[in-house]
């Protein structure tokens, strides 16, 4: 495999010279930052002077390389003192990716109150409930306000970020001097949240205001640019999630009282329908002509291409729906000041009740878990025991789970509390030991969830209460609810429980507390080992994008009539379906919980642990890493116990993070091997949501239906239709998925990412980009390596790069 020219290796190197002597004029020889960096352009373009001092020649675009690498590598070691180049914020901190918590709550009752006082306004603004609701968004103005002006949104950036309150920064697009000082983004968002409620009141809520909305959505699109062009107050990621949090509660409001309006007025547009049949029967008699006589009705929702027309072809699109819009607000609501993990997620196991202790903590940590969810036992009840043994119990429990949590502090793992097992009818004792046990937890950090008894919406409510009054508090620790039943059908519609829910509205648990999760639960369906592989991959497919903040619980168990198909395929196909399952739940806000119980070795080998034939627990003397994060395939063996014998099989990938991925040929000869790289920033799972990109297509054409009655649109539309696509596995084919690393790239700014090499710079695919070579030659030995495994399984001629 060639991996660079001669000229390119010497072209890099004087790059990476001429970068370490500038360090060089401005630490040893004390020229200053700004006189090396002109040593350096004056040499490349072709000056004597600075080229001997530089002790080189290099050229132009050498230099303009050079220059690069040295602002990064300064802005990476906090060195740089040029203006242009210091860390955005105040005092040299970073600007924020997520809001404190009381910021948020403020924030989350101005664009709900606000929204709700336009929308009532737009349909009756005399009325009572308009008066009450403007009354409120008032207060949640002045309490925004309040908070961003007092608290500063970071402590310790009070006094700096008073000081840039009146600073400004140029708007690329508008030319426009743009303020970002703290006090005047909350004023932005002030007036954002103001004019998208009116811009949704007057688009959807009949008779339409079109100027109403035209001249909403061009303020709110205003002062949204405001909030992005402070990047030196929040990160775009945020700044992004404020101006959905806005649209979307403008929308669900809107669409809430209109939809209100027209079931109001459904009666009475029957009882006029019947009138006008009647009045059209006797024009008829009295032969009378009634052509005209109707006003033309608004339709339900306008052209996309009529909304372009009018606000321009940047426009998102109206909504329809107020219970989606409601879970879009309510997941952006929680994205605003929830960032677990440094934004991954749980990636977390459900460890058994046999399996909690904190060895198994330990164990789950090594092996990428990042999150372990611990069953809770309830408490005895008095029936069973007299009163001082029951709360000696329960003392025992409470203790043991205070061992476990601090486990998880000592591994940097988050702890999820599962109380799922616990009765929830009202007058048991379950609120109140809920509550004892919270407040045992609450001086633990490291506790991030909570998952409620299943039970009814208000007893929901009372439980999530009784988890905050106990300490938990909604900033750093979630609430999670199981319900029963599908909870979104094929069309994407709400059904069951969270339907329910989503209809309480203001008054349900869903808004009455900050941090609720769903917890959704696949179910497979497949009858066959290969279809349950493939329905793992697209089982969050139009699904957990609909839901509210939602984490994903999923078990590695083949289900019952296919358990001894999967068995004999060996623990090879349970690790692909773990994996599958994984990727499919990115859209899932909170992340994923794998269930592992009753897999007879899924268990020990996910973990890479030795086990006897009794089950017991054997921790390695090395902290369990995977053989292929280092850059060798999958490898390494552990002994596990299953159907009641010691039996070796391999050490999982899955679910270390870094560790590779791949598609096995279950229950067939392994003939033929396909290495495939993923995308700068990707990493190898990315493609186990999407496996049929591995597979070979087949197309059946549609039949038909020969009706000569047709017209022509008809017949267009017809042959616009795809074909039917099915996939099919290549026989024999393994397919193998490496992970990059995550190292600090150069043309980023040192911001660490996964990629295969560092460059030096980004030309946008416009040019080749410079790169330190190095990085090429170690992912070049890896893949080699790679290569080399699977040449000798299946012959050179069977392996593909």
């Known amino acids: 495999m060639i991996i660079g020219k001669a000229e390119d290796s010497e072209r890099l190197a004087r790059i990476q010279r001429a970068a370490q002597r500038c360090h060089e004029l401005r630490n040893t020889e004390g020229v200053g930052d700004e006189i090396a960096r002109d040593l350096l352009r004056l040499a490349g373009e072709g000056d004597v002077a600075a080229s001997s001092r530089l002790g080189f020649s290099i050229t132009a675009d050498e230099a303009h390389s050079a220059l690069i690498r040295v602002t990064a590598d300064l802005k990476l070691l906090a060195l740089d003192d040029d203006a242009d180049l210091e860390e955005p914020g105040a005092a040299g901190q970073a600007p924020l990716a997520v809001l404190p918590f009381e910021a948020a709550e403020a924030l989350r009752w101005l664009a709900w109150h606000t929204a709700w006082a336009a929308a009532l306004e737009r349909s009756d603004a005399d009325s009572k409930e308009a008066v009450s609701r403007r009354s409120k968004a008032n207060k949640a103005r002045d309490r925004w306000l309040e908070v961003t002006g007092a608290a500063a949104i970071n402590e310790n950036s009070r006094e700096a970020a008073c000081d840039r309150a009146e600073e400004t920064n140029e708007n690329e697009e508008t030319g426009d001097s743009v303020p970002t000082g703290l006090a005047s983004i909350a004023e932005a968002i002030v007036d954002a949240a103001a004019a998208v409620s009116q811009h949704a009141a007057g688009l959807r809520i009949k008779p339409r205001d079109l100027d109403m909305a035209k001249k909403g959505y061009t303020q709110f699109d205003s002062a949204v640019k405001i909030v992005a062009a402070a990047s030196d107050v929040v990160q775009e990621n945020l700044a992004e999630e404020i101006r959905w949090l806005l649209w979307n509660a403008a929308w669900h409001h809107a669409n809430k009282v209109q939809t209100a309006a027209e079931e109001d007025n459904e009666n009475e547009e029957d009882a006029e329908e019947n009138e006008d049949e009647d009045e059209d029967e006797g024009g008829e008699e009295n032969g009378e002509d009634d052509e005209g006589g109707e006003e033309e009705e608004e339709e339900d929702s306008m052209d996309e291409d009529r909304e372009q027309e009018l606000f321009g072809d940047d426009y998102p699109g109206s909504q329809d729906d107020a219970p989606s819009d409601l879970a879009r607000f309510l997941q952006h609501v929680t994205n605003i000041f929830w960032d677990p993990s440094n934004g991954e997620g749980w990636r977390g196991v459900a460890l058994p009740p046999e399996a909690s202790t904190p060895d198994w903590v330990a164990a789950a940590a090594a092996a990428g878990f990042n999150t372990v969810r ?236 030795d086990g006897n034939t009794n089950g017991a627990l054997k921790l390695p003397e090395v902290a369990h890493t995977n053989g292929n994060v280092n850059g060798g395939s999958a490898n390494g063996i552990v002994k596990c116990s299953v159907n009641g014998a010691l039996t070796e099989v391999p050490r999982w990938s899955w679910p270390n993070a870094d560790g590779d991925r791949f598609l096995w040929p279950h229950g067939e000869k392994h003939t033929s091997s396909l290495i495939y790289l993923h995308g700068f920033t990707c990493d190898g799972n990315s493609y186990m949501n999407c496996a049929e990109y591995f597979y070979w297509e087949e197309k059946v054409e549609k039949e038909g239906e020969e009706n000569e009655d047709k017209d022509e649109d008809e017949e267009d539309e017809e042959e616009e239709e795809e074909d039917e696509v099915t996939y099919h596995v290549y026989p024999g084919l393994k397919v193998l998925l490496p992970t990059a690393p995550k190292r600090r790239v150069t043309c980023f700014d040192g ?51």
């Open 374 to 609: 611990i069953v809770v036992s309830p408490p005895p009840g008095a029936a069973k025991k007299d009163v001082v043994e029951a709360a000696a119990a329960w003392a025992k429990e409470l203790e043991k789970l205070s061992a476990l949590t601090t486990a998880c502090v000592r591994h940097k793992v988050w702890a999820v509390l599962d109380f799922t097992s616990w009765r929830s009818k009202e007058g048991t004792s379950t609120p109140i030991a809920l509550r004892q046990a919270a407040s045992a937890m609450a001086s633990c950090d490291q506790v991030a969830g909570v998952a409620l008894p299943k039970a009814t919406p208000a007893i929901l409510a009372q439980l999530a209460a009784e988890v905050r009054l106990g300490g938990l508090t909604p900033d750093r620790c979630a609430v999670l609810i199981s319900l029963d039943g599908e909870l979104i059908d094929d069309d994407g519609n709400f059904e069951g429980g969270l339907k329910e829910l989503l209809e309480e509205d203001e008054s349900g648990v869903l808004l009455s507390d900050s941090h609720i999760v769903v917890e959704a639960h696949r179910n497979p369906k497949a009858d066959s080992p290969q279809g349950l592989l493939d329905e793992a991959s697209s089982s969050g497919e139009d699904f957990d994008y609909y839901l509210p903040s939602c984490c994903v619980h999923f078990h590695l168990a083949a289900p019952g009539k296919l358990k001894k198909k999967c068995e004999k395929l060996g623990s090879r196909w349970f690790e692909e379906l773990a994996a599958r399952y994984e990727a499919a739940c990115s859209e899932a806000t909170h992340g994923w919980f794998a269930h592992l119980k009753d897999l007879p070795f899924g268990f020990m080998a996910c973990l890479g642990l």
């Open 751 to 801: 911001e660490t990412l996964r990629a295969w090499y560092d460059y030096l710079t980004d030309h946008d695919g416009k040019a080749e980009d410079d790169l330190v070579l190095e990085t090429l030659e170690s992912t070049a030995r890896r893949i080699h390596t790679l290569i080399d495994e699977e040449v000798a399984k299946v012959g050179a001629k069977n392996v593909f790069v």
